[in-house]
């Protein structure tokens, strides 16, 4: 049996690696063409396109990995019962379940090597592919601290809200910064607008230029008279780190490091929480689309005959499209309020999971 599993495995993974590569070169193909225009304008040259794709591909890779996962397991499974060779298993005795538990161990251990690797890769191959994109070929930077982040937002541990509508990395410089100050039970109790604001490496704090300060009641509306400066020393304990790395990119962080910053944040929308904690769902819930999908479609696969692959590639893409259909509209719904966060995330999974263990049974 042990030569059997290493057998059916073996084809499997190599089924699987061929449809990875070719979703790969799919997806670079498709990107470049829709890049192009930045590629010729900026005279990219290619060792810097070759490294925006070399840390972009991490990313693209946990979204592929379902797809591929069920592609190759249609092709391997109806390319098995195309040949006969599920029928020379049962005169051996070896029944399709076992056929089946070889494909969930698979799948078990892909779900765990793909939650470790969006864990640990992925966050930071996405900053730096991102800011190869927006500096070097958007822009035609030269040097990658010459960049600026656009539309910052940070959510400090103090309880301020920061909006800036640029950060410029080299000069660790915010422009047009708006700052919310949280007065409890989610109100904010001060508004500060700066034209700009400078991190001072001497004394570890930020300086605010031309500073207008609104005090706010209870309902938001301004509370007295505003008070001006033209220069202000504000003690955040967010350094020009925090700017490059959480400016409320959400897909740079692990799931880890997005539960923290949820708990620490403190700001005065629920709305904006609980689109937060569906992110967080969703980066614990992606991993398992692969076992979700072996699932349902190795009983599937089971059943192709003699059809063809064909039909069994037509039937993977239909599950797939039914499947990220599904996902979508139940991450909008919890962003939406409709649903809690974590059935948000989950939903599919389980109801497209309960499809497979009814269709195993059913088979056998």
């Not at 063409?33 to 840390?55: E, H, K, P, Q």
């Not at 992110?279 to 999908?293: I, R």
């Not at 809690?340 to 389980?350: F, I, K, R, V, Y």
Request: proline share 3%; charged share 20%.
């Amino acid at each position: 049996m042990r030569l059997l599993d290493r057998y059916l495995i073996r084809t499997y993974l190599r089924a699987w690696l061929y449809c990875v590569a070719l979703f790969f070169v799919l997806f670079i193909i498709i990107d470049s063409f829709n890049n192009l225009d930045d590629f010729l304008r900026n005279n990219v040259a290619l060792t810097v396109i070759g490294s925006y794709y070399l840390y972009y591909l991490p990313s693209v890779f946990v979204e592929l990995v379902p797809a591929a996962t069920l592609v190759s397991l249609l092709f391997v499974l109806g390319s098995l019962n195309r040949h006969n060779e599920i029928i020379a298993m049962k005169a051996s005795g070896v029944g399709t379940s076992h056929v089946l538990l070889s494909c969930l161990f698979f799948g078990a251990l892909l779900c765990l090597g793909v939650f470790l690797f969006n864990e640990t890769v992925v966050p930071n191959s996405l900053v730096t592919s991102t800011a190869i994109k927006e500096a070097l070929i958007e822009k035609g930077k030269k040097n990658l601290r010459e960049r600026a982040i656009e539309n910052v937002t940070l959510y400090g541990k103090d309880g301020r809200m920061l909006f800036a509508r640029e950060y410029e990395i080299l000069s660790q410089t915010l422009h047009d910064v708006v700052i919310l100050e949280d007065g409890g039970s989610k109100t904010p109790r001060s508004k500060w607008i700066a034209k700009k604001a400078y991190y001072d490496k001497e004394n570890r704090n930020w300086v605010f230029k031309d500073v207008m300060r609104y005090n706010l009641n209870p309902r938001g509306d301004m509370s007295g008279d505003p008070s001006f400066s033209s220069s202000m020393t504000v003690d955040l304990s967010e350094s020009p780190e925090s700017f490059i790395k959480d400016a409320s990119q959400v897909e740079f962080m692990s799931a880890a490091q997005l539960k923290t910053y949820i708990r620490n944040f403190k700001g005065p929308s629920d709305k904006l929480i609980r689109r937060l904690w569906v992110d967080y769902h969703y980066k614990m819930a992606l991993p398992f689309a692969s076992f979700v999908l072996i699932l349902i479609g190795a009983p599937l696969a089971m059943k192709l005959d003699h059809r063809g692959v064909l039909l069994g590639t037509g039937a993977s893409l239909m599950l797939v499209v039914l499947y990220y259909g599904m996902f979508s509209i139940c991450l909008a719904l919890g962003k939406g309020g409709v649903l809690s966060p974590w059935l948000a995330a989950w939903l599919s999974n389980a109801a497209f999971g309960l499809a497979g263990v009814y269709l195993i049974k059913s088979s056998g």
